[in-house]
């Protein structure tokens, strides 16, 4: 069974340019979540989608960070302008109902984002 | 305001030895704890979750504890292998919200 996949695994922008990240969940899976990881720090969750609606964007910096999840398979994130501290590991995980305790995340290998 | 806290940023033990990593929570409502194992490069990837009804769940080499009145749970690794030397990221789930929150993770070495 194939893993989540992201793409691009490496990105440096300048400070204010746009950016953008790419998911493939894992086949069936109906929840997709984007994380940020600052160096240092554990994941932090920016939004979660089952199929294709939102059910938690409550820490995603709406100014400036859009997301969607097209028919309800891949999805991306947008940073439009970044900013200096939005250098993170970008991960995006899967799981297999609509979230929940047990409903394990399996996630991909993350999308390293350089602002400078 | 971290309402998950792994206080050891690194432990290092022998090859063969225990390894214990300890996790902290301050939020009451989190009923659903998680141990996830992270390689350079890679994404997290479940290691074993733990209910607050239990407190001891184990699944081969690795036993997670919960003591909820003290809100600390620790993973126990015995013995330890080489190929676990990775960052372990401890997190909690609770409340409505099923969101997991994520400790800032403890790098383990386990030495030859």
């Known amino acids: 069974e194939a893993g989540v996949a992201q793409s691009p695994r490496y990105k440096i922008i300048e400070k204010r340019q746009s950016v953008a990240f790419w998911c493939n969940p894992i086949s069936g899976h109906a929840t997709l979540y984007w994380y940020q990881q600052i160096l240092g720090q554990g994941p932090k969750l920016l939004i979660q989608?089952?199929?294709?609606?939102?059910?938690?964007d409550s820490q995603l910096p709406k100014d400036r960070f859009s997301a969607e999840r097209l028919k309800g398979v891949d999805s991306t994130l947008k940073i439009q302008p970044a900013k200096l501290e939005d250098s993170a590991v970008y991960l995006c995980?899967?799981?297999?109902f609509g979230g929940g305790s047990t409903d394990t995340q399996y996630f991909g290998p993350g999308t390293r984002l350089t602002v400078l | 305001d971290q309402q998950v806290k792994q206080n050891s940023p690194s432990l290092s033990v022998q090859e063969g030895r225990i390894s214990i990593l300890n996790c902290d929570y301050t939020?009451?409502?989190?009923?659903?704890f998680l141990w996830y194992k992270k390689y350079p490069a890679e994404g997290p990837t479940f290691l074993i979750s733990i209910s607050s009804i239990k407190d001891k769940n184990e699944d081969g080499r690795f036993t997670v504890f919960l003591n909820k009145s003290a809100k600390h749970l620790s993973l126990h690794i015995v013995p330890s292998q080489p190929g676990d030397s990775a960052v372990y990221f401890c997190a909690a789930d609770g409340g409505s919200n099923y969101k997991l929150t994520f400790g800032k993770g403890t790098l383990l070495t386990v030495n030859p």
């Open positions: 989608f089952q199929n294709n609606g939102v059910v938690d």
């Open positions: 995980a899967s799981s297999l």
């Open positions: 939020n009451s409502m989190f009923d659903y």
